[in-house]
């Protein structure tokens, strides 16, 4: 007997295990029609063919709908003041992204919003896109600071990030390296020594992060500055991420192979040799369509990296400026008509994957005993349905930790 039985499931469509999927393994999913999950104490019991499932004591009928894992967002920066909605004129006026961020404007004017914003303000915005992103089946994600870029707003934004931890399952990324600030204009390596010897050692104290990242990009951090960071980062016990090779082809994913980063994220520009080293390393590639469509790039080569055997996840990349939205129905939707993943390789990206890339997938990602039981239905009959249709939300239901939101 379980406490939730959720029957009448049309299909069920779940990869499976409790690490990264890669190369042809990221392609194996497990369908079982008419299937029913059995959920106690916010943990699923059961997923499997009906004929075999467990007597609940509640039960709720899915109608023949498509069950798949809650969708898990593996990089955003949604904890921000403001918004840049006139840097569209800028965009269409074919200003590029760096030409924008070198100006005052991009990352550094949402800087200025940030350290403006009050705590309460920030909390009750990035909660409310939680609330959205929930209606939209994302039920896991990872929120990166970077828009405070001195300690106090850091703090500030990390502050929030774990106030939301008591409400919404996310994940808080260290990225005080997202930009060098304009105090420090022309003095990056300066810069570099502030985060290192202030930011850090404050951050790790409090056990406000789980990762550090950076934005290793021409005019931003080189290799050099990024690999400082990152060994420090590394000493003070936190994980490591990094933003590599989006815009120059700089060597970023080649640092990520070298310092056993978690993950590489963007990859636009990233060589072969380094995608190989990223293959042996086992780093996984976090890949962000929606920043492409947004600013009109080049996509990543995803095919490529499946094919290295790198573990692929998608993520949102959700900020105010080149990637807008927190809709991960349609980076799934580019995830296959961009990036060329099939439906199963785009599912196991969004879930299992994008799981791994922040260090949940032992309770995220998949519909399997023992896992938290983050559900969603989908007004779809298939996966390819999912996939197919943009533009509108396909969700039916979502179940997060066996509760009906």
Not at 99 to 106: E, F, K, P, Q, T
Not at 176 to 198: F, L, M, S, T, W
Not at 262 to 268: I, K, Q
Not at 269 to 297: E, H, N, R, W
């Amino acid at each position: 007997m379980v406490e939730l039985r959720i029957a009448n499931i049309g299909l069920l469509a779940t990869p499976e295990g409790s690490s990264a999927r890669r190369g042809a393994g990221q392609d194996k999913i497990r369908l079982v029609k008419n299937a029913v999950i059995g959920v106690t104490k916010g943990k699923i019991v059961y997923a499997g063919d009906g004929e075999n499932a467990p007597a609940g004591i509640a039960e709720y009928d899915a109608g023949g709908r498509l069950a798949t894992p809650g969708l898990v967002d593996a990089h955003t920066h949604l904890v921000f003041g403001g918004f840049r909605q006139h840097e569209l004129e800028y965009k269409l006026a074919g200003m590029a992204y760096l030409d924008i961020l070198r100006s005052g404007g991009g990352i550094l004017s949402t800087v200025e919003a940030t350290r403006a914003a009050t705590r309460d303000a920030l909390y009750n915005k990035s909660a409310a896109f939680l609330d959205a992103m929930l209606a939209h089946g994302t039920t896991t994600a990872e929120i990166k600071s970077g828009y405070g870029l001195n300690l106090e707003t850091e703090l500030k934004q990390l502050a929030v990030i774990n106030d939301l931890q008591k409400k919404y399952s996310v994940v808080p990324t260290f990225m005080g390296a997202h930009a060098v600030p304009k105090e420090y204009a022309g003095n990056p390596d300066a810069y570099v020594d502030y985060i290192i010897e202030a930011m850090l050692p404050t951050v790790a104290e409090g056990g406000l992060a789980k990762y550090c990242d950076i934005f290793c990009e021409k005019s931003v951090f080189d290799i050099a500055q990024s690999r400082k960071i990152l060994e420090a980062a590394r000493g003070h016990g936190l994980q490591l991420k990094i933003h590599a090779d989006e815009i120059e082809p700089m060597g970023g994913a080649g640092l990520a192979a070298e310092m056993g980063a978690v993950s590489a994220e963007h990859l636009l520009q990233a060589s072969d040799t380094d995608l190989s080293a990223m293959a042996q390393a086992g780093t996984i590639a976090v890949l962000l369509p929606a920043t492409s469509f947004y600013l009109d790039k080049n996509y990543a080569r995803a095919r490529a990296m499946v094919e290295k055997s790198i573990p692929v996840a998608v993520a949102s990349d959700f900020n105010p400026g080149s990637s807008p939205s927190y809709n991960m129905q349609f980076v799934l939707n580019l995830a296959c008509l961009k990036l060329k993943l099939s439906p199963a390789e785009a599912l196991t990206a969004a879930t299992l994957n994008a799981a791994a890339a922040i260090g949940c997938a032992d309770t995220k990602g998949s519909l399997e005993a023992g896992k938290d039981a983050d559900i969603v239905l989908w007004d779809c009959p298939d996966i390819n349905f999912l996939f197919y249709r943009y533009g509108n939300n396909q969700v039916h239901k979502v179940f997060k930790e066996g509760a009906l939101i």
